[in-house]
């Protein structure tokens, strides 16, 4: 069965980067899309961007424009996300979430499980 | 951005009723909706996408309705596993979350 797995658990000083990864395994990689999602202590979640690997190229939530990047790597079945500029408002869990269909909009039904990022100093 | 606005925040219930949770989107966002299930110290799963299909494996006591801008998930005879946070998402332009609606006992 498909599977994404996360880097660990991560601390960060303010105004350094963050950079977590999500293997898949068990299903397709570079044909779906897979989205990065951000859950803050004890609130909602934050859609932060997408990538399609075979087609290479992120699109961003508004928000995150110019501070995050979203990669992925066919080769390893690996998504990444990176954060820069980090603030004390960036500390949260961060998942990864894959794509229900291909070639289609589509909402999340595989995720991994999350990584908890602290930004302190 | 699309704006999705869940309510009500808290849902008092008791097991074996119903709940029904609402959302409403800033902008039609035709049936490109989903409901998803987050309990504590897990990552979202989801129950309902394309506003009314059950995701595989999800019980027949959720049930969702609504196209445009207003949609219900539907909880019939609750069980004490219900009992979790709920958020609905719009994938029509790009992805949003709404804020999510606690089902409490």
């Known amino acids: 069965q498909v599977q994404l797995v996360q880097s660990g658990a991560e601390v960060k000083k303010p105004g350094s980067s963050m950079k977590v990864s999500c293997k898949t395994s068990?299903?397709?990689?570079?044909?779906?899309?897979f989205n990065w999602v951000r859950q803050a202590p004890g609130q909602g979640l934050e859609w932060m961007g997408r990538i399609i690997p075979i087609l290479g190229r992120a699109n961003y939530a508004q928000r995150f424009q110019g501070r995050v990047t979203i990669t992925a790597e066919t080769s390893s079945s690996t998504a990444y996300m990176e954060l820069s500029g980090l603030k004390s408002e960036d500390t949260a869990i961060y998942y990864c979430?894959?794509?229900?269909?291909?070639?289609?909009?589509?909402?999340?039904?595989?995720w991994g499980q999350g990584t908890l990022v602290t930004v302190s100093s | 951005e699309i704006v999705m606005t869940q309510s009500p925040g808290t849902l008092s219930v008791s097991p074996g009723e119903t709940a029904t949770l609402s959302c409403r989107a800033s902008q039609s966002v035709s049936s490109n909706l989903a409901w998803y299930q987050q309990k504590p110290g897990q990552a979202p799963r989801l129950l309902i996408y394309?506003?009314?299909t059950r995701a595989t494996g999800i019980p027949a006591r959720f049930s969702g309705s609504g196209s445009a801008t207003e949609f219900t998930l539907t909880i019939s005879s609750l069980q004490s596993e219900d009992f979790a946070l709920y958020y609905c998402q719009q994938y029509h332009d790009w992805r949003t979350f709404g804020q999510g609606t606690k089902v409490e006992i």
């Open positions: 068990g299903g397709s990689f570079s044909r779906y899309g």
């Open positions: 394309g506003a009314s």
């Open positions: 979430a894959r794509e229900v269909d291909i070639g289609t909009t589509s909402p999340f039904d595989y």
